[in-house]
């Protein structure tokens, strides 16, 4: 059973930063392809950020220039290293990874930007 675990989101002042992880229960490059979502209470779901297998690397317009999306072989993990925070940015934030036909997820985990 393909399992994701997301962690690493909490309270942010404005400003801030946070790295979120996504650890996965089997070899990370098995992945065609793995992204983070974010999904605001109330609204739809959004692609933050996209790595291939490949390496290739998308951004969401909202990700440009403050996030940065990377993973680690060794750890089987994928990040999400968010800087410059804004209360736009509040939302649960979700990984995702394709494997075959099919598209896994995590439970999330809460980002909340607040003063």
């Known amino acids: 059973q393909v399992q994701l675990v997301e962690s690493g989101g909490g309270l942010v002042q404005p400003g801030g930063s946070l790295r979120l992880s996504c650890a996965t229960s089997?070899?990370?490059?098995?992945?065609?392809?793995m992204a983070w979502y974010r999904q605001p209470l109330g609204k739809q779901r959004e692609l933050v950020a996209r790595?291939?297998?490949?390496?290739?690397?998308n951004y969401g317009d909202s990700a440009k220039g403050r996030f940065s999306i990377s993973r680690d072989r060794a750890k089987n993990t994928m990040y999400l290293q968010m800087n410059n925070l804004q209360p736009e940015d509040t939302a649960v934030y979700l990984c995702?990874?394709?494997?075959?036909?099919?598209?896994?997820w995590g439970q999330g985990t809460q980002v909340t930007v607040s003063s």
């Open positions: 089997t070899n990370i490059f098995n992945f065609k392809s």
């Open positions: 790595i291939t297998a490949g390496g290739n690397i």
């Open positions: 995702s990874g394709g494997l075959g036909s099919l598209a896994y």
